[in-house]
């Protein structure tokens, strides 16, 4: 019974200690893709609290338009900025923040509300030193996963479309006589 129990040494250690580098480049590829997720849903949750809020508390006349340029876009797209967090150091690098664009267009029937956000490259460095076009062989899908990885990064773009806030009137019940 005692024999069963003996801890021997040999080869099970060397392949932890070998194997050990490859979980670690699994858990780093497993954490960006996660950071790319959670990005990509905070982004969408930004996007409906912008056009909403631009929808209720913009204005049509022209007098309260430059209003909504100075103040409420402006406002609006800090409150974005802190709710993906770019005044946190630690979720900057963790989802490769960059900067964000807020853009309104409310020359149609419907305003739209375009929120992008440019992304760092991750900079995977044992991926990047190799050539791109001797890795990719002319695989147009891999030579985007390898720019966007080692070169330039990504943009993340969130389109939402509100309608005008036409906001009825309250009912008045005419005075008795």
């Known amino acids: 019974m005692r024999h069963l129990f003996s801890s021997r040494k040999g080869q099970a250690t060397?392949?932890?200690v070998l194997l050990f580098p490859v979980l670690v480049i699994f858990i780093v590829f497993i954490i960006k893709i996660f950071g790319l997720l959670v990005l990509s849903q905070k982004m969408?949750?930004?996007?409906?609290?912008?056009?909403?809020?631009?929808?209720?508390?913009?204005?049509?006349t022209d007098y309260l338009t430059r209003w909504?340029?100075?103040?409420?876009?402006?406002?609006?797209?800090?409150k974005v900025e802190d709710y993906l967090g770019f005044n946190n150091p630690g979720m900057v690098r963790f989802l490769s923040l960059r900067s964000l664009k807020l853009n309104v267009d409310t020359s149609g029937t419907?305003?739209?509300v375009v929120l992008?956000?440019?992304?760092?490259?991750?900079?995977?460095?044992?991926?990047?030193?190799?050539?791109?076009?001797?890795?990719?062989?002319?695989?147009?899908?891999?030579?985007?996963?390898?720019?966007?990885?080692?070169?330039?990064?990504?943009?993340?773009e969130v389109i939402k479309y509100v309608g005008p806030n036409e906001r009825v009137l309250p009912y008045v019940r005419p005075e008795s006589r």
């Open 14 to 16: 060397t392949e932890t």
């Open 44 to 60: 969408e949750i930004a996007g409906f609290y912008a056009a909403r809020r631009y929808q209720l508390q913009s204005h049509v």
């Open 68 to 78: 909504d340029r100075r103040y409420l876009q402006k406002d609006i797209k800090k």
């Open 110 to 112: 419907w305003t739209r």
């Open 116 to 156: 992008t956000v440019n992304t760092a490259p991750p900079r995977i460095n044992f991926l990047c030193k190799y050539d791109k076009m001797q890795l990719c062989k002319d695989e147009l899908t891999c030579i985007k996963g390898f720019e966007f990885l080692c070169e330039t990064g990504g943009e993340i």
